[in-house]
Protein backbone atom coordinates (compact mmCIF):
# COMPACT_ATOMS: atom_id res chain seq x y z
CA UNK A 1 0.00 0.00 0.00
CA UNK A 2 1.65 3.57 -1.13
CA UNK A 3 0.64 6.81 0.13
CA UNK A 4 1.62 10.55 -0.26
CA UNK A 5 4.28 11.76 2.55
CA UNK A 6 3.86 15.55 2.49
CA UNK A 7 7.11 15.69 4.47
CA UNK A 8 9.20 13.95 2.04
CA UNK A 9 7.28 14.66 -1.11
CA UNK A 10 7.79 11.23 -1.97
CA UNK A 11 5.29 8.14 -2.06
CA UNK A 12 5.31 6.21 1.21
CA UNK A 13 4.87 2.19 1.38
CA UNK A 14 3.25 1.14 4.17
CA UNK A 15 4.08 -2.93 4.76
CA UNK A 16 1.73 -4.51 6.80
CA UNK A 17 2.67 -6.57 10.02
CA UNK A 18 2.89 -11.00 9.34
CA UNK A 19 -0.40 -12.20 10.18
CA UNK A 20 -1.11 -15.78 11.78
CA UNK A 21 2.73 -16.96 12.29
CA UNK A 22 3.23 -14.97 15.36
CA UNK A 23 0.14 -16.08 17.25
CA UNK A 24 1.05 -19.87 17.05
CA UNK A 25 4.61 -19.01 18.19
CA UNK A 26 3.81 -17.13 20.90
CA UNK A 27 1.20 -19.79 21.86
CA UNK A 28 4.10 -22.18 21.87
CA UNK A 29 6.93 -20.06 23.88
CA UNK A 30 4.10 -19.28 26.84
CA UNK A 31 3.32 -23.22 27.09
CA UNK A 32 6.63 -23.81 26.98
CA UNK A 33 7.69 -21.25 29.58
CA UNK A 34 5.21 -22.46 31.66
CA UNK A 35 6.00 -26.36 31.55
CA UNK A 36 10.15 -25.06 32.22
CA UNK A 37 8.37 -23.22 35.29
CA UNK A 38 6.27 -26.89 36.13
CA UNK A 39 9.37 -28.91 35.81
CA UNK A 40 11.76 -26.47 37.80
CA UNK A 41 9.26 -26.11 40.62
CA UNK A 42 9.25 -30.30 40.58
CA UNK A 43 13.17 -30.08 40.49
CA UNK A 44 12.77 -28.27 43.76
CA UNK A 45 10.69 -30.43 45.12
CA UNK A 46 12.73 -33.70 44.51
CA UNK A 47 16.21 -31.74 45.74
CA UNK A 48 14.06 -31.03 49.23
CA UNK A 49 13.40 -34.76 49.37
CA UNK A 50 17.28 -35.46 48.81
CA UNK A 51 18.12 -33.54 51.34
CA UNK A 52 15.80 -34.60 53.80
CA UNK A 53 17.11 -38.37 53.01
CA UNK A 54 20.95 -37.56 53.36
CA UNK A 55 19.95 -35.91 57.00
CA UNK A 56 17.83 -39.00 57.78
CA UNK A 57 20.20 -41.82 56.02
CA UNK A 58 21.67 -43.00 59.08
CA UNK A 59 18.30 -42.77 61.42
CA UNK A 60 17.59 -46.34 61.35
CA UNK A 61 16.44 -46.66 65.29
CA UNK A 62 17.73 -50.07 65.61
CA UNK A 63 16.37 -51.48 62.25
CA UNK A 64 17.26 -52.48 58.94
CA UNK A 65 19.72 -50.23 56.54
CA UNK A 66 20.22 -50.04 53.00
CA UNK A 67 22.79 -52.21 52.61
CA UNK A 68 20.48 -54.96 54.45
CA UNK A 69 17.34 -54.26 52.12
CA UNK A 70 18.43 -53.06 49.03
CA UNK A 71 18.63 -55.51 45.63
CA UNK A 72 20.77 -53.67 43.22
CA UNK A 73 19.80 -56.53 40.66
CA UNK A 74 15.86 -55.48 41.26
CA UNK A 75 16.89 -51.58 40.60
CA UNK A 76 19.24 -52.26 37.94
CA UNK A 77 16.36 -53.93 36.38
CA UNK A 78 14.03 -51.03 36.97
CA UNK A 79 16.96 -48.37 35.74
CA UNK A 80 17.34 -50.28 32.27
CA UNK A 81 13.32 -49.79 31.78
CA UNK A 82 13.22 -46.75 32.24
CA UNK A 83 16.56 -45.59 30.24
CA UNK A 84 15.09 -47.78 27.89
CA UNK A 85 11.64 -45.97 27.84
CA UNK A 86 13.05 -42.35 28.01
CA UNK A 87 14.64 -43.90 24.07
CA UNK A 88 11.28 -45.15 23.01
CA UNK A 89 9.92 -41.62 23.75
CA UNK A 90 12.44 -39.77 21.79
CA UNK A 91 11.85 -42.36 19.09
CA UNK A 92 7.69 -41.49 19.89
CA UNK A 93 8.32 -37.61 19.33
CA UNK A 94 9.93 -38.38 16.02
CA UNK A 95 7.71 -40.08 14.71
CA UNK A 96 4.53 -37.93 15.81
CA UNK A 97 6.61 -34.69 14.48
CA UNK A 98 7.01 -36.90 10.94
CA UNK A 99 3.26 -37.35 10.94
CA UNK A 100 4.11 -41.21 10.92
CA UNK A 101 1.40 -43.40 12.64
CA UNK A 102 3.10 -46.93 12.73
CA UNK A 103 6.87 -45.43 14.24
CA UNK A 104 4.83 -43.00 16.78
CA UNK A 105 2.09 -45.63 17.92
CA UNK A 106 5.13 -48.00 18.60
CA UNK A 107 6.97 -46.37 20.07
CA UNK A 108 4.58 -45.07 22.44
CA UNK A 109 3.62 -48.71 23.86
CA UNK A 110 7.28 -49.64 24.07
CA UNK A 111 7.39 -46.76 26.47
CA UNK A 112 4.27 -47.18 28.18
CA UNK A 113 5.02 -51.10 28.51
CA UNK A 114 8.34 -50.26 30.05
CA UNK A 115 7.13 -47.78 32.25
CA UNK A 116 4.71 -49.91 33.60
CA UNK A 117 7.15 -52.25 33.98
CA UNK A 118 9.23 -49.93 36.01
CA UNK A 119 5.86 -49.10 38.36
CA UNK A 120 5.34 -53.05 38.62
CA UNK A 121 8.96 -53.65 40.15
CA UNK A 122 9.05 -50.84 42.23
CA UNK A 123 5.35 -51.67 43.45
CA UNK A 124 6.65 -55.01 44.20
CA UNK A 125 9.77 -54.21 45.97
CA UNK A 126 7.82 -51.75 48.21
CA UNK A 127 5.57 -54.66 48.69
CA UNK A 128 8.14 -57.05 49.87
CA UNK A 129 9.90 -54.80 52.30
CA UNK A 130 6.33 -53.64 54.24
CA UNK A 131 6.38 -57.35 54.49
CA UNK A 132 9.83 -58.09 56.40
CA UNK A 133 8.89 -55.24 58.54
CA UNK A 134 10.60 -52.37 57.23
CA UNK A 135 7.81 -50.17 56.12
CA UNK A 136 8.21 -46.01 56.08
CA UNK A 137 6.55 -46.58 60.24
CA UNK A 138 9.86 -48.46 61.34
CA UNK A 139 12.44 -45.54 61.11
CA UNK A 140 13.39 -42.06 59.80
CA UNK A 141 15.41 -43.77 57.26
CA UNK A 142 12.55 -45.78 56.04
CA UNK A 143 10.20 -42.90 56.25
CA UNK A 144 12.95 -40.57 53.90
CA UNK A 145 13.31 -43.50 51.84
CA UNK A 146 9.52 -44.45 50.69
CA UNK A 147 8.73 -40.98 50.23
CA UNK A 148 11.37 -39.78 47.97
CA UNK A 149 11.35 -43.14 46.22
CA UNK A 150 7.52 -43.58 46.26
CA UNK A 151 7.11 -39.75 44.73
CA UNK A 152 9.22 -40.61 41.79
CA UNK A 153 7.04 -43.86 41.11
CA UNK A 154 3.46 -41.62 41.52
CA UNK A 155 5.28 -38.74 38.75
CA UNK A 156 5.73 -41.72 36.47
CA UNK A 157 2.70 -43.38 37.11
CA UNK A 158 0.87 -39.84 36.34
CA UNK A 159 3.04 -39.92 33.14
CA UNK A 160 1.40 -43.36 31.88
CA UNK A 161 -1.89 -42.02 32.49
CA UNK A 162 -0.65 -38.83 30.72
CA UNK A 163 0.96 -40.72 27.85
CA UNK A 164 -2.55 -43.04 27.48
CA UNK A 165 -4.48 -39.34 27.03
CA UNK A 166 -1.69 -38.30 24.17
CA UNK A 167 -2.47 -42.00 22.56
CA UNK A 168 -5.90 -41.14 22.30
CA UNK A 169 -5.58 -37.58 21.10
CA UNK A 170 -3.59 -37.91 18.56
CA UNK A 171 -5.90 -41.02 17.05
CA UNK A 172 -8.82 -39.11 17.54
CA UNK A 173 -7.35 -35.70 16.03
CA UNK A 174 -4.42 -36.38 14.26
CA UNK A 175 -1.00 -34.80 14.42
CA UNK A 176 -2.37 -30.85 15.00
CA UNK A 177 -0.11 -28.20 16.03
CA UNK A 178 -1.56 -28.58 19.77
CA UNK A 179 -1.17 -32.06 19.95
CA UNK A 180 2.48 -31.61 19.04
CA UNK A 181 3.05 -28.92 21.56
CA UNK A 182 1.51 -31.84 24.14
CA UNK A 183 3.83 -34.37 23.09
CA UNK A 184 6.77 -32.19 23.76
CA UNK A 185 5.57 -31.17 27.24
CA UNK A 186 5.09 -35.08 27.43
CA UNK A 187 8.42 -35.85 26.70
CA UNK A 188 10.15 -33.09 28.34
CA UNK A 189 8.12 -34.48 31.66
CA UNK A 190 9.27 -38.46 31.03
CA UNK A 191 13.30 -37.32 30.23
CA UNK A 192 13.22 -35.29 33.61
CA UNK A 193 12.16 -38.47 35.58
CA UNK A 194 14.49 -40.10 34.10
CA UNK A 195 17.41 -37.52 34.91
CA UNK A 196 15.82 -37.31 38.69
CA UNK A 197 15.66 -41.34 38.77
CA UNK A 198 19.86 -41.58 37.72
CA UNK A 199 20.40 -39.56 40.90
CA UNK A 200 18.19 -41.44 43.34
CA UNK A 201 19.80 -44.76 42.01
CA UNK A 202 22.82 -43.43 42.61
CA UNK A 203 22.32 -41.46 46.14
CA UNK A 204 19.75 -44.12 47.33
CA UNK A 205 20.77 -47.40 46.10
CA UNK A 206 24.39 -47.53 44.76
CA UNK A 207 25.95 -45.45 47.94
CA UNK A 208 23.11 -47.22 50.10
CA UNK A 209 24.71 -50.30 49.70
CA UNK A 210 28.42 -49.05 49.92
CA UNK A 211 27.71 -48.09 53.17
Not at 69 to 89: E, M, P, Y
Amino acid sequence: MTAFDATTGLDRVDYAPEPAVGGLVSKRIIVGYGFWIFLLSDIVMFSTFFATYAVLVGQTAGGPSGRELFDLRNTGIQTGCLLLSSFACGLASIGAQSHRGSWFYGAIAATFILGAAFVGLEAREFAGLVARGAGPTRSAFLSAFFTLVGCHGLHVTAGLLWLLTMMAQVFAKGYRADILRRMLCFSLFWHALDIIWVGLFTVVYLMGVAT
